[in-house]
């Protein structure tokens, strides 16, 4: 995520601003502008989850990414309010980052996605809530914010990340390889590199969740459930681009030096460069693994990105980033 600038006195702003901490003038994120505005309409939301963007609804006014949000959790229940206003404001990231491949945003003529935020504890008593992606939606149990929750989860199902900017980028990778399935090429150099995602899912699902990952599943899958299908196979990949591109364009925000800093893309949304992208990223989780170590804190970043899956990152990057594919 680059960093940001007041409209009022040119102050760094970082993203989840609301005012700024120098001259106290009252800021609204515009997606359209990617840019902090002054004296703007804000988000209807922004009392109850403290959503920082600006009215882009004239009936309802709420900002784009609270116009996606069909389903809110029962928010007579603790903690229900502030876990659904953490699971928002990680979508808010995911949906800003994702605008600048030309995804979501005021310049995408495509379909949007529609976010079901649920939770497992409701008034009339407990719930189950299954997270995914069907049909152009995406349900999310906002249980994933609490932390203790999610180390639970992380642990029980043996995945070293799980944060909810992760559970959105993935769903959302779901949601964009439907739209990419339309598009000319796409769906035959996608079953030549990640298999025939038309094969049974449930099944590939039951034998991946009572058989284990495949044996092999290192050396050609980027995580144990990329290795379940071709779709999870793509969301793990897309999700952990995201990842990847994004921490480089954060470490660059803020002038961080590492070992590759003379090969780092002036901007790592616009490059088309994939391979410089995913050498630059790799050397920079290895720094910052060593600078977690230091702290005790466990690896920031603790994947090996074979050949294989690199091959997959990069052509994960040729389609998700879009702006720079349909100018080219």
Known sequence: MRLYACPACGARLYFRNSACGACGVRVVYSDARDAFVANADSCSNREDIGCNWADEDVVEHLCRSCQMTDVIPDLSVEPN?????????????????????????AEDPGPLPVFHFK??????????????????????????ADDAIRVRNREMLDEEYRTMLGHLRHELAHFIFDRLAAEPGFSEAFRALFGDERTDYGEALR????????????????????????????????AHLMHLTDI??????VELAWPTTDGVPADAYETTDSDALIHAAVDLGLALNQVNRAMGLADL????????????????????NRRARLQS
């Open 119 to 144: 939770s497992e504890r409701t008034h009339a008593g407990p719930e189950r809530v299954m997270m995914g992606h069907a049909a152009g939606v995406i349900t999310l149990n906002v249980a994933e």
């Open 207 to 238: 034998r991946h969740y009572s058989e284990g990952p495949r044996a092999e599943w290192s050396g050609r899958f980027i995580t144990p459930y990329a290795s379940a299908h071709p779709h999870e196979d793509w969301a793990e990949t897309v």
């Open 81 to 105: 309010a502030a876990l659904w206003a953490e699971g928002e404001t990680a979508k808010r990231w995911v949906l800003a980052t994702l605008s600048r491949w030309g995804w979501f945003g």
């Open 248 to 253: 480089v364009d954060a470490a660059t925000a």
């Open 301 to 320: 970043y603790p994947f090996v990105l074979t050949e294989a899956v690199r091959d997959k990152l990069a052509f994960s990057h040729f389609w998700l």
